[in-house]
Structures are given as structure tokens and as C-alpha cells.
């Protein structure tokens, strides 16, 4: 080779080396120390934390903790792990929500598994990115391999296909995203505007805010999604779905899509999946399940059969974030015909061009609306390889176990009025103040508890509203939560709402 034709050669001649201190942070195999001393600092900092956590929460309010954080200056560095470690504590671990403390009774927040957390280290430290295979080798498989998994314990077929998603809304969005271009293409009418203002959703009164959400980003009719009542524990009437798709064919609307919600977030019933399936078939509506919650069913080795019916559904939303134990974000989109999924690819010359389809080089990013994506399959790999679906299964099995437990405790409790019988694993209930107090009085008393109980941190609950009025929530996704833990917050919520209704009665 001749000098000329050296790019190294010149390099040389015409630059020095480059000495840069900021690159001793960065991850490669000359830090490796640091990186491991940085990580097993931060491990013990948060087993040190967690070991010091005797609430779910310390009851810390915004502007408790807001000067702390804006008195930072983020142009500053401490230049120091252990004192900006110090600081984490004072800023975010000490007052942070703890939702492994079996008192967190509040949202759908799962305490974690061992194996997704050692996932979790793993998948960010290599920071594969899942849009292609020259980003992710055998991540790309890794990720096809729990989509295939899923759709088999759904009971889809070999056309099955899906993708990981942020969470159950993007997973929601981008089923009714395909549920509008397939409607569109079945109508072969083009998305014109006339067309997609004819476009209904039908979903029932307990299902998800985010459908709503994504009517409005698909640029739907502001009345496209139409509520369908639900009966007594708050599952979908199929009388009354049939009556809606009655309507709507009468006024010359055209059915999009069906959503059945298998574990509704407040109440977790779950839709007569076979019932409204056969309606889907006769409307040709496409049919979505949203088992963002209920998912955790697919591996409970008692309560399958819950969910029998999700095998017709079009798509499914699943949230492994929810009841598979796993650290935020992991959830999916599962479908049952892969060609769906052709509705959000779009080819790039510098990522994905059509040339790889042929060479059948795999890529996700043709199936996402995400474009650079985190390998959070791994977490779920990590979860099934260590610990297996069957002890998934048991863990959630227990919660919804514990629900019952806590269902009877209500019921014979004077104090409280509980809505209905969870499916899952939530209560909805309310205090009852003594006879003769007015509505206002009984929805203060349960708005008062709530917030009392969260700002002395011995519990966090959740609140809702039926009809119009106020109510209180439990959610239970923490296998250790006692139901001895229960019975003492409805003592504390019923002791808070015991005083308001004296302090108002004082007061009046
Ligand atoms: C939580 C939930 C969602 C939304 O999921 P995210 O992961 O929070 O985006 C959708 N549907 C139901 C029924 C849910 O409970």
C-alpha cells in the first residue's frame, strides 16, 4: 500500500491523540471498573433504602420537596458518585412511592421480580435497540420468541404476531390504529373525511381512558367511541353492546372496532369475551382485547379459563408491567394476523429498506410505531428462564386470592360498602357515614381518608368515582400484602373519615 492511500497513515501526520477526561465515564472494556464499583454503590444505596422503608410513602407534598430540587444547579456536576448518591437520597429515594410495600394498595403498580431487575441492568448496559437487526442481533429473536409465546398462550395460530410497546396505551393505540386502516381498506373508501367520521368504537363504561385518547389521535369523530353499559359487577351487557351496533348501523355508521376489556381498571371484571366475539364476527368490527391487566391470566394455572374467548380477538393488549411482575415499561401488542401490522410500516433507505425484506433479514421496527426501541423482552425472558410462567402465575393467582379475602371483610363491615366482587384483584368501596348524613358529607369523608392516609404514608389507596360519586380503591398486585394489612388501613381509612364527619358535624 502506498502511503497516499493510508487514511491511518494520514492521520497520524496530521492529528495528535486526543487525551479527553469526560471519557473515563463512558462504558467500555478500559472502565470496567468503575463500572462495576458505580453499580454496586447504586445496588447497595437502594438495598440500603429499601431495607430503611417501613411506609409506602413518607407523605413528602410537591412543595415539600420542589426547593430541593430547583436548588440544584444542574451545571454543576459533584464530579462524585457517592455525594450525588447523597443527594439522590435527599431528592427522590427517601420520599419516593415504594410499590413492593405490601401496604401500597393504590394503582396497578406490581412489585417487581429479582430476575427482570437483573434483566433490566443487563438490556440497558448493552442498550441494544430492537427497530433492526444491525442494532440487535439476537435481540430481535430474543423479542419474536416471547411475541411467539404469548400468542400461543393466547391461543392464536402460526400467523400471530406482535410487538413490545411503552405500555398498554401505545398498545391500544396502535390496535385501533390498525383497526382504522383495515376498516378503511375493507370500505375500500380511502380515508376520506366523511368515511372516518362514520368510524364508531364501542367500548364499555369500565374500559380504558386511553381508546378515548386514541379516537382523538387517529382523528376520529369527537363522538366515535361509544360507551356500552355494563351489568351489575361491570362487565360489558352484550344486549346492550348488539343494541349499539344496531344503532349505529341504522344511522349509516360503520363499525371500526370492538374493545372488550378483560381486568377493567377499576373494578377488574372482565368482558364476556365468546359473546362479544360472535357479535364482532356478525358486525365486522375488528375485535380488541385489552387484558392490559388481566393478562397475568394467561399464566395462572387456576384461572385460565377467565379469559376463554381471547383466542377470537383480532389484537391484544397485554401489560407484563401489570400482573407479570415486571419493572415499567413492559407490554405488547399481540395480533393474530401478522399481515395487520403492515399498517405502520414505512420504509427508510438509512434503516430499513425493502431490499432487507427480501434478503429476510428480521427487523421490528416495520411492525412499531416507535422507531429506536428498548429490549425490554428481556426482562420477561430473564423472568421465564429463571423463575418459569407457572410461579408468574401463582404470584398473581395469590393477589386475586387475597382480593376475595378482602371482598368478605368489606361486606361484613358495617362501615364500608363495597360495589361488587372483583374478578381480579381491586375493591372499589366506600365509607358509610352513620345514618342521615348527606351525599356531601359521605363523598368529603372518603375524599378526606384517602388524602389523610397519604399524607401520614401508612398506606396509599386509590380513589374513583361511580356514578357520580366518590368511592376509594384498592388495587392488590403485591403477593405479601396480608390480610392483615388490609383489615388495618380500612381501620386507619374509616378512623380519618370518622373524624372529618365529626369535625364537620362540630362545625355545622
Ligand atoms: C393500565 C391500563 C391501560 C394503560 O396501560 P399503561 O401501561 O398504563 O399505558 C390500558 N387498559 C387497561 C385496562 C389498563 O388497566
Redesign the pocket.
Known amino acids: 500500500m502506498s502511503p497516499q492511500a493510508s487514511a491511518v497513515a494520514t492521520a497520524r501526520a496530521i492529528f495528535s491523540p486526543t487525551v479527553d477526561d469526560a471519557a473515563r465515564h463512558l462504558f467500555n472494556d478500559r472502565t470496567l471498573d468503575r463500572y462495576r464499583h458505580t453499580m454496586a454503590d447504586g445496588v447497595e444505596r437502594i438495598a440500603d433504602r429499601i431495607a430503611r422503608t417501613d411506609r409506602p410513602f413518607t407523605g413528602v407534598s410537591p412543595d415539600d420537596l420542589t426547593p430541593g430540587i430547583s436548588g440544584i444547579d444542574l451545571d454543576r456536576p459533584l464530579e462524585d458518585t457517592a455525594a450525588a448518591l447523597d443527594e439522590l437520597e435527599d431528592v427522590y429515594l427517601r420520599d419516593a412511592v415504594y410499590f413492593h410495600h405490601p401496604r401500597y394498595l393504590a394503582h ?1 403498580n406490581c412489585p417487581v421480580v429479582i430476575p427482570a431487575l437483573l434483566g433490566e441492568a443487563v438490556l440497558t448496559a448493552v442498550n441494544s435497540s430492537l427497530d433492526t437487526w444491525d442494532q440487535s442481533a439476537g435481540g430481535t429473536l430474543i423479542e419474536r420468541r416471547l411475541i411467539d409465546w404469548t400468542a400461543g398462550r393466547i391461543g392464536f395460530g402460526t400467523s400471530a404476531d406482535g410487538i413490545f410497546t ?5 398498545s ?1 393505540f396502535q390496535a385501533l390504529l390498525l383497526a382504522r386502516e383495515e376498516a378503511l381498506a375493507k370500505a375500500a373508501l380511502g380515508a376520506s373525511r366523511d368515511v372516518m367520521d362514520r368510524l364508531r368504537i364501542f367500548v364499555s363504561e369500565a ?2 381512558f ?1 381508546v378515548r385518547k386514541s379516537a382523538k389521535m387517529l382523528g376520529l369523530s369527537p363522538d366515535a367511541v361509544v360507551t356500552v353499559e355494563t351489568d351489575a359487577r361491570k362487565r360489558m351487557r352484550p344486549q346492550a353492546l348488539a343494541w349499539e351496533l344496531e344503532q349505529c348501523r341504522w344511522a349509516g355508521f360503520i363499525p371500526m372496532a370492538i374493545v372488550a ?1 378483560a ?3 377499576d373494578f377488574g371484571s372482565i368482558d364476556p369475551l365468546p359473546a362479544i366475539a360472535r357479535l364482532c364476527a356478525d358486525s365486522g368490527a375488528w375485535f380488541h382485547v ?1 387484558a ?2 388481566g393478562c397475568g391470566l394467561l399464566v395462572s394455572r387456576s384461572r385460565r379459563a377467565l379469559l376463554n374467548g381471547i383466542e377470537r380477538a383480532d389484537s391484544v ?1 397485554v ?1 407484563f ?2 400482573s407479570f411482575f415486571q419493572p415499567v ?1 413492559s ?1 405488547a401488542l399481540v395480533v393474530r394476523e401478522r399481515a395487520t401490522l403492515s399498517h405502520a410500516t414505512y420504509h427508510a433507505d438509512y434503516l430499513n429498506p425493502a431490499r432487507m425484506v427480501e434478503q429476510r433479514i428480521p427487523n421490528q421496527v416495520d411492525k412499531s410505531i416507535q422507531t429506536t426501541r428498548r429490549f425490554d423482552a428481556l426482562k420477561l425472558w430473564m423472568t421465564l428462564r429463571i423463575m418459569g410462567p407457572d410461579a408468574v402465575g401463582d404470584l398473581f393467582d395469590e393477589v386475586i386470592d387475597r382480593a376475595a379475602q378482602a371482598w368478605v371483610l368489606l361486606t361484613v363491615d358495617p362501615r364500608f360498602e363495597v360495589v361488587t366482587r372483583s374478578q381480579l384483584s381491586t375493591l372499589v368501596f366506600r365509607y358509610l357515614p352513620p345514618e342521615g348524613a348527606t351525599r356531601d358529607l359521605a363523598d368529603g369523608a372518603n375524599l378526606y381518608a384517602r388524602e389523610a392516609l397519604a399524607s401520614s404514608g401508612a398506606a396509599l389507596v386509590a380513589g374513583t368515582k361511580v356514578g357520580d360519586r366518590h368511592y376509594l380503591k384498592f388495587t392488590l398486585l403485591n403477593p405479601e400484602t396480608t390480610v392483615d394489612d388490609i383489615a388495618h388501613v380500612l381501620d386507619l381509612i374509616a378512623d380519618h373519615a370518622a373524624e372529618y364527619v365529626e369535625r364537620r358535624r362540630r362545625t355545622s
Open positions: 396497578l411503552s405500555g398498554g396505551s401505545q391500544n374500559g380504558h386511553s376489556t381486568g377493567t381498571t385489552d392490559a391487566y393488549t401489560d408491567h401489570k415499561s407490554s
